[in-house]
């Protein structure tokens, strides 16, 4: 009996002694930065072994060690950007946790050359394309910032048109990712126009001239804008709804080697047309797709796609129209009653596809081929009765500012069948090859033009029952224009350009000399 109660003496008493000594140890601590603030996600791990884990938002960490582990060892806590830390189990502590403190690395790396190509032609003003995103104006367009430059003009707020130095619109050089674009040519007003070709969502970077660009650029000596459409690196998306219209944009890079930017943008101008002295029914409805793409062949090799289709449609019916005029000594009253209706249509293609080979980091080969094609027609009849008042300039009078006397009346009839159809197609090359100081440029094109432009439009007036010019023997109109003309063209034109880049005391050098030949 008393054998027993000793063995059960042994197994409750001494047995628990020995499991204690083999039971697993808790590691605490706290691991801080160079300036004292904690480091989280930091790597805790015993070393030599796969047991470890990481530190919380505060630094702190437990790290459980199995019971075999001697007290010898040590622990590693490491972290990206800092000196990794070996420190002995025996130096932890079970009443409070211990403080590990990293420091920075610092890794000497091999010497990095950056070359960049500097914008080197200072005729270029280079312009935010943020800022004609906020600027207020009635089109919305790139160009509403350009009629605010040196030298430009503008005599329409709802037309994107402008002219520089006196020259006329259409002598202005538009080109995107180094494709030249054309524009509608019959359009005469504002109200028609809708909006332009150039899409503010997709555009990366614009540069403009007024004057005195590189022979690299065109014929057009009035101005140019270039206009970089962005190629994304990520996706990216807007969309934009008003009661002037709307758009959407989408862009991204799929893969390694295809990258899309399109955009699409419905406007009508009929709000602020119906603000206008012409009182009537205003319908313009314009929309305009457009596509940037990009595709690498290989490392060397790439190809750019850029398309655009653009319909503008103006619809219009007057009724009536009343101004008045003058000055306080001879206040006037105009009133007009309307017939009839205007319809234009402007419907635009373009398709361009470049490739660009880079046989070296200095040399750059560009192909483009492109081809545009535009249908425009403008018809109208419009009938307009007309009636000249003198108002009532007294300002005691109870009739103060109404029509007091009819001075005039008469009428006119405005009719218009005009028609345009113009294709044009373009071969290109250009290239460019950086050597030591010298930036060389070259390129020729190959243009084909045809265009078939018919107009059939007169107007008569009428005052006081006499037809204007008046004639004693016949009635005459006022205005009268009958053509049909078909333009058929073939262009050559070549540059040659060179750069020179001097780097003299603290200041930069560059003397640029370029020939353009045209046939």
């Keep these: 009996m008393l054998y027993r109660i000793l063995i059960f003496f042994l197994v409750f008493n001494i047995f628990p002694f020995i499991l204690s000594a083999q039971v697993e140890e808790v590691l605490r601590g706290r691991v801080i930065d160079d300036q004292n603030e904690p480091v989280a996600n930091a790597n805790v791990r015993l070393k030599n072994a796969s047991i470890g884990t990481v530190t919380d938002g505060q630094g702190l960490f437990q790290l459980r060690l199995p019971a075999q582990t001697e007290r010898s060892d040590s622990i590693v806590v490491s972290y990206v950007g800092f ?13 409070s946790p211990l403080i590990i403190q990293l420091m920075e690395s610092t890794e000497d790396l091999d010497g990095v050359e ?3 190509m500097l914008h080197m032609d200072k005729s270029l003003i280079k312009l935010d394309p943020e800022d004609f995103k906020m600027l207020p104006s009635a089109s919305g367009d790139v160009e509403s910032i350009i009629k605010k430059m040196p030298g430009v003009t503008s005599r329409n707020e709802l037309s994107y048109q402008y002219s520089v130095r006196g020259g006329n619109y259409d002598e202005n050089l538009v080109y995107v990712n180094g494709i030249e674009i054309y524009r509608p040519l019959i359009v005469r007003s504002g109200k028609q126009e809708g909006m332009s070709f150039l899409n503010s969502d997709m555009v990366s970077s614009l540069n403009f001239s007024a004057g005195g660009f590189q022979s690299r650029y065109g014929d057009k000596m009035a101005s140019v804008l270039d206009i970089r459409y ?31 930017n399109a955009g699409f943008r419905y ?16 319908k313009p409805n314009f929309y305009d797709l457009q596509t940037y793409l990009t595709y690498k062949v290989t490392d060397n090799f790439d190809l750019e796609f850029l398309g655009n289709y653009n319909l503008n449609r103006y619809r219009f019916i007057p009724q009536s129209r009343n101004t008045s ?42 192909f483009i081929a492109s081809a545009y094609s535009t249908i425009e027609s403008e018809t109208y009849d ?18 103060y500012g109404d029509s007091i006397m009819n001075i005039g009346v008469g009428g006119y009839l405005e009719h218009a069948r005009n028609s345009l159809k113009g294709k044009v197609y373009t071969l290109s090359h250009k290239g460019t090859w950086n050597e030591g100081n010298n930036l060389l440029r070259w390129g020729v094109k190959y243009k084909r033009e045809h265009i078939r432009d018919e107009s059939n439009e007169w107007k008569y007036i009428d005052s006081a029952g006499y037809s204007i010019p008046y004639s004693i023997s016949a009635v005459k109109l006022y205005h009268s224009l009958q053509s049909d003309n078909s333009v058929n063209s073939n262009r050559f034109n070549s540059y040659l350009q060179n750069t020179y880049h001097l780097t003299a005391g603290n200041g930069d050098w560059f003397f640029n000399a370029g020939i353009r030949t045209h046939y």
């Design 83 to 95: 000196q990794s830390q070996s420190i002995a189990i025996q130096s932890f502590s079970r009443e």
């Design 114 to 116: 950056v070359r960049s």
């Design 230 to 260: 962005n190629k994304p690196a990520e996706f990216s998306g807007d969309i934009d709804m008003s009661l002037l219209g709307g758009s959407v944009h989408l862009e991204d890079e799929v893969g390694e080697r295809f990258t899309y």
């Design 267 to 282: 406007k009508t101008n009929q709000y602020l047309l119906n603000s206008l002295d012409v009182e009537g029914d205003y």
């Design 325 to 366: 005029f003058g000055t306080v000594e001879n206040a006037l009253n105009l009133k007009i009653y309307y017939e009839g209706q205007e319809v234009d249509d402007f419907e635009n293609y373009l398709g361009a596809l470049a490739g660009n080979y880079h046989p070296s980091n200095d040399v750059n080969l560009r």
């Design 382 to 399: 419009i009938m307009g009765e007309y009636y000249l008042n003198e108002l009532d300039k007294s300002v005691d009078s109870e009739t």
